[in-house]
């Protein structure tokens, strides 16, 4: 057990060119905590996603993983100190099996380890192996991009929209399983467009608005308030 945070994010500033994006922003994510990332859409969710698995630098400020900062590195650095980045409908190759989508993912002895976990944690992955990842229903990509993640376990997790545009029981099996990891103690930054999901499955919650933070606190809290509605405007 430990007190040093898995994921520190410090000051951020970060955007596209000349467009900021995020100003001066910081977050934390507890060491094998489940934390939900919200706001209404161009917040910046995405963005704060891309910054801190490496794929947009920071302008100024400081990501620090486990006490670490990797502020500097690359994402393949970054995947290998332990973020796992599973992006908005994304995070498969889709020319490449499903199979040969979670051996790539495996350290070198592990291929058939990595398989085995993949199906134990996704049954029906078990069925389409040797099936194209382009070819997978919607939902089954979806599993086989958080089971690839689940591959390397990683420290943190990221997953952005882990259920838009997804069937009510494919969700319930993702959040069945992203439970079971956070169980295992993997922290977790989560991304979701039903607000109400990601409160349930969350102990803490940041509520982005332009890029800037207008709420951080428990899930809980922030679930049966007023502020619910007036941050994320549900009816
Ligand atoms: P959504 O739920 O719609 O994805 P979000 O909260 O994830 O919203 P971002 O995708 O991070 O928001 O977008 C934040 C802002 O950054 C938006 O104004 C968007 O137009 C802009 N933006 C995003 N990607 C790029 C890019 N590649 N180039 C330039 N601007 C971008």
Redesign the pocket.
Known sequence: VTDTPALEVRRLTT???E?T?LRDLSLTVPAGGVVALL??????????LRAVSGLLPAQSGQVLMGGRTITNIRAHERARAGVCHVP?GGGIFPSLTVRENLVMQAIPGGEAEATERAVAAFPILGDRLRQRAGTLSGGQRRMLAIAAAHVRNPALLLVD?ASLGLAPIVVEEIFDFLRRLAADRAAILI?D?FAVRALEFAQSAYV?RK?EIVFDGGAEDLLGSDLFSHYLGAP
């Open positions: 955007g596209y060119g467009s994006v706001g209404p859409n161009g917040a910046g969710k995405t963005t704060l908005e929209e991304v467009q982005l890029g």
